[in-house]
């Protein structure tokens, strides 16, 4: 597998796939600019193929090629991972055609199936590779991330399968429609600093209410992680468990009375709603 750009996100997928023993560390090359930068990942993941860029990458495999496809002795890839700046897709692209790998999974926030397909056509008659496209969120660095893919007009089920694996390696993936990949960045791209603002809420109201900084965050970071690990547990609906928790004339009710006169629930409505348009309009332009 041919992986453009070592950066977080391209560190964070060879991580979890090597991790997951998707694959071994010698099957993946990582083709990035920074020549610190592919030092830096080959030595943190042994077997690490490193390259400059795509040819050196194709080059430097005849001899002795990674566990991928070799026709007529010369290597090519089963696919590629596009994880570079969304402002770099295009020249990735430009560099992938001549490679002519059978499928390609982008990462790149915003870049559209169609645009990737066009930039990944190249003159001659082979055929182009399946585009699969994905919207993933920060906490894949830690391999707790969710992402949703779409697929492009020629990715079939195998293509998706493919990328839905590489993406598992750093947590949980859906199939959407590319047409609700606005909707996903809205809810769970955006979603981490809506979790992380929450968070900031509940370490100052704690310092307010008397608590020393570091005891408050503790205790709100702990609240967050184990709330939300009780919802994916039990998988109990939210309301539900919300409500085991509030006893008549108790704390948490006259602390949620708070919350819903504040207009909370409809402040995320909004914010996801917000988040989608944004989406939407950066996507279009
Ligand atoms: N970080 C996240 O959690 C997250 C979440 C959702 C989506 N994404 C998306 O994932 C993509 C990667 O994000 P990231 O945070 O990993 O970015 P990053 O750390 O900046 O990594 C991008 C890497 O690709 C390199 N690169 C640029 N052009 C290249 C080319 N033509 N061929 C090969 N490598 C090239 C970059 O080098 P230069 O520095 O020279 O450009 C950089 O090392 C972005 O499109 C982003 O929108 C990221």
Redesign the pocket.
């Known amino acids: 597998m041919l992986l453009?750009?070592?950066?977080?996100?391209?560190?964070?997928l060879v991580g979890g796939l090597v991790a997951q023993a998707w694959s071994h560390a010698k099957a993946i090359t990582v083709?990035?600019?920074?020549e610190s930068?592919r030092k830096d990942l080959a030595s943190r993941y042994p077997g690490l193929r490193v390259a400059a860029?795509?040819g050196e990458a194709i080059d430097g495999a005849t001899d002795g090629a990674p566990d991928g496809a070799a026709l007529d002795g010369a290597w090519r890839p089963d696919g590629a991972v596009?994880?570079?700046?969304?402002a770099?897709?295009r020249?990735?692209c430009r560099?992938l055609a001549s490679v002519r790998v059978p499928r390609v999974l982008?990462?790149?926030?915003?870049?559209t199936t169609k645009s990737i397909e066009s930039w990944l056509a190249d003159d001659g008659d082979a055929p182009s590779p399946a585009v699969v496209r994905?919207?993933?969120?920060?906490?894949?660095?830690i391999g707790a991330?969710a992402a949703a893919i779409a697929g492009g007009t020629s990715a079939g089920n195998d293509d998706l399968a493919w990328a839905a694996a590489i993406l598992e390696a750093v947590g949980t993936v859906v199939t959407v429609s590319e047409a609700a990949l606005d909707a996903v960045t809205g809810l769970s791209?955006s979603g981490p600093a809506y979790v992380f603002l929450v968070a900031e809420a509940l370490i100052d109201a704690g310092v307010l209410v008397g608590l020393t900084r570091p005891v408050a965050r503790q205790l709100a970071v702990q609240t967050l992680l184990g709330s939300a690990r009780l919802l994916d547990e039990t998988g109990e609906e939210p309301s539900s468990l919300r409500a085991s928790v509030t006893s008549p004339g108790g704390t948490t009710a006259a602390g949620l009375r708070a919350l819903e006169s504040a207009g909370v629930r409809s402040a995320i409505l909004d914010a996801v709603a917000a988040a989608t348009e944004r989406a939407r309009q950066l996507g279009s332009q």
């Open positions: 453009l750009g070592g950066g977080k996100m391209g560190e964070a083709v990035e600019p920074y930068r860029n795509v596009i994880a570079v700046k969304p770099d897709v020249a990735a560099d982008s990462i790149a926030a915003g870049v994905a919207m993933p969120n920060t906490p894949s660095l991330g791209g």
